[in-house]
């Protein structure tokens, strides 16, 4: 179907204008950054914007930077970038892996981290991730103001997120690992490109020794969003991650966190794969933090 006919196209060239077309148009307008989820829902006819404010013109929404004990991510920043960007790579590397199992390379190239994290899919890769790296939001207001929100609270449910008529996430923080951490994520879907039936990410942090100091466990492909396995998180802590211990937590992480039943997989299909993949993610996140 095509989507209903636009009234008003803008594309802004800073973020000051931005948020004065949001105080402008904000009730009727949507922003429009890689695409690939608003203009899917405008052609099923689900969001109708009379207009849209396209932040592709935006300079230095883009940038990937560390500073100040963080890592910075532009909200503009396409998966393929974070994908394959050094610093990703070099010291989040869990960040690296989400992205790259983002559909295709159409999708990774014009995708944007922050259009999927306020889309808000809870079988979407960057979700997880982010809550597992204790990721934060930065929000720019129409009226000045800049609110800085957590992941775990940004995500409300399926397709909802914390962000308001008026507002524009500028970037994503990202706390910078302390040493010998290490994080791994993975994916199960029913074809290559497709969105998750389970995903699970990982974050370790060890001692010199080898043992676990801070772990997180977040599973993606839940719902109303990904889940924080924290009984299976606190069985790592204070111990050597050996595969009986990895086994344990895998059964764990099953137990707690809910499944459903949907198109793609059943319940009990899910919870095995949370099963056995969680022992997987933790080993590699575990192997990350002691390279
Ligand atoms: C065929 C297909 C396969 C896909 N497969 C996957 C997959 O496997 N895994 C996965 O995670 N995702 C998948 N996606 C979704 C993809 O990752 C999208 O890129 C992402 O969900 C939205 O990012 P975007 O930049 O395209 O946002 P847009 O579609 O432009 O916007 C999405 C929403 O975010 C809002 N928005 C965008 N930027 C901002 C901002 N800075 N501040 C405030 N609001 C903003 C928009 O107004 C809109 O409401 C797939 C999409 C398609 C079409």
Sequence with gaps: ?????????????????????????????????????????????????????????????????????????????????????????????????????????????????????????????????????????????ADGGTRTVLIDDFLAGPLMSDIGEDELVTRIEIPAPTPHSGGAYAKHSQVAGDFAIISVAAHITLDPSGICRQASIVVGGVIPKPGRAEQAAGLLQGKILDAPLLTQAGEAAAEEVETEDDVRASAAYRSQLIRVTVPEVVRQASTRAEE
């Design 1 to 141: 179907m095509y989507p209903r006919a636009i009234e008003n196209y803008f594309a802004p060239t800073d973020v000051a204008e931005v948020l004065t077309l949001l105080q402008q148009h904000g009730e009727q307008a949507k922003l429009l950054a890689g695409g690939q989820s608003l203009m899917p829902l405008m052609k099923l006819r689900l969001a109708e914007p009379q207009t849209i404010i396209d932040l592709n013109q935006v300079a230095a929404l883009d940038d990937i930077r560390e500073e100040n004990g963080r890592l910075y991510i532009g909200a503009l920043a396409r998966h393929a970038d974070v994908a394959t960007h050094p610093l990703i790579l070099q010291s989040y590397p869990l960040l690296a892996d989400a992205a790259r199992n983002i559909g295709d390379p159409q999708i990774r190239n014009r995708g944007t981290i922050a259009g999927s994290l306020v889309h808000a899919d809870p079988s979407a890769d960057y979700p997880p991730a982010v809550m597992a790296l204790d990721g934060q939001l930065v929000v720019a207001k």
